[in-house]
């Protein structure tokens, strides 16, 4: 009897014996997707703490202690968190750029995860390829949260981009809508507050972006039906930038080549740029105005 429960395990896929290789499963056949240009996510180490061990898949020099095993193809593992294995982020790993996850505690399903796998490996390109796509975080606390009327004209920008991804029909004319709120937002905001904002669109939007690709995610889903409230600056930006990528993907197919070319360039600017000749308008009610 023993014997043919060893016999049925050793028989069973890696992934259903080992979680974590059901996850770089995903990854790779998510990795196999035209993403980015000039992003290979197959070819950037991973580092996975799964709750007991830490896993360095394809990594060039595992540090000291790290075994090879069979159970997920092209990893090194050892038993305990890894300290530069911190949190859903990019690390140096001796000596080597390398995207991290923590398994959730609650547990996660391995497509999700091998998808926020997806946007940590973008970043690690990023760094590389687009030092310069950031926001400052200094100008995250002198952001304005205070002006009420700078507020209420990002409540109706956020929504307006809600709307644009979720009717096709009217995409661009809730776009066009979105952007000339944005434009009357960044007169009472300030600069350093608006590039703020523009360089976490680039950042953390992107990344996103990438990761609702990888997934196929629905896109009326990416912005929260409730928007953002006053302190949610950064948050938005995995909403707001991701969408604002989609509707270039709509709109300017090569927005990618164009925003990658020249450092100067910002998601906004571009999709006023490919929305410019579009004559219709969208607009929201007096009753919706007032409620915000």
């Known amino acids: 009897m023993r014997l043919l429960l060893a016999s049925l395990l050793l028989a069973a896929p890696l992934a259903a014996q080992q979680p974590v290789a059901a996850l770089v499963t995903e990854y790779d056949r998510m990795a196999a997707r035209p993403l980015w240009p000039g992003f290979t996510p197959a070819a950037t180490p991973v580092a996975i703490y799964d709750g007991a061990r830490t896993w360095l898949v394809r990594h060039p020099h595992p540090p000291e202690g790290f075994q090879a095993t069979s159970l997920v193809p092209g990893a090194h593992v050892i038993v305990g968190r890894l300290a530069a294995v911190r949190a859903n982020t990019h690390a140096d790993i001796n000596g080597t750029p390398t995207a991290t996850l923590l398994w959730p505690a609650a547990g996660g399903e391995p497509a999700p995860l091998a998808a926020v796998l997806i946007h940590e490996a973008f970043h690690v390109y990023q760094a590389r390829a687009h030092p310069t796509w950031f926001g400052n975080e200094a100008h995250r606390f002198t952001y304005p949260?205070?002006?009420?009327?700078?507020?209420?004209?990002?409540?109706?920008?956020?929504?307006?981009?809600?709307?644009?991804?979720?009717?096709?029909?009217?995409?661009?004319?809730?776009?066009?809508?979105?952007?000339?709120?944005?434009?009357?937002?960044?007169?009472?905001?300030?600069?350093?507050?608006?590039?703020?904002?523009?360089?976490?669109?680039?950042?953390?939007?992107?990344?996103?972006?990438?990761?609702?690709?990888?997934?196929?995610?629905?896109?009326?889903?990416?912005?929260?039906?409730?928007?953002?409230?006053?302190?949610?600056?950064?948050?938005?930006?995995?909403?707001?930038?991701?969408?604002?990528?989609?509707?270039?993907?709509?709109?300017?197919?090569?927005?990618?080549?164009?925003?990658?070319?020249?450092?100067?360039?910002?998601?906004?600017?571009?999709?006023?740029?490919?929305?410019?000749?579009?004559?219709?308008?969208?607009?929201?009610?007096?009753?919706?105005?007032?409620s915000v």
Do not use: H
Request: net charge neutral; hydrophobic share 40%.
């Open 145 to 290: 949260v205070t002006d009420s009327a700078a507020q209420a004209l990002q409540r109706l920008e956020t929504e307006a981009f809600r709307r644009a991804l979720a009717g096709p029909g009217s995409s661009a004319c809730w776009g066009g809508r979105a952007l000339a709120l944005r434009r009357e937002r960044a007169g009472r905001i300030g600069a350093d507050a608006m590039a703020y904002e523009r360089g976490n669109d680039l950042n953390e939007g992107l990344a996103t972006w990438v990761q609702w690709v990888a997934r196929r995610g629905p896109w009326d889903s990416i912005i929260p039906a409730a928007g953002f409230g006053p302190d949610g600056v950064r948050d938005r930006t995995y909403a707001v930038g991701p969408a604002q990528a989609e509707l270039l993907e709509r709109f300017a197919p090569r927005w990618k080549a164009e925003l990658s070319a020249d450092t100067a360039r910002t998601l906004d600017g571009l999709l006023d740029q490919a929305l410019a000749p579009v004559s219709c308008r969208a607009d929201f009610t007096r009753a919706e105005t007032d």
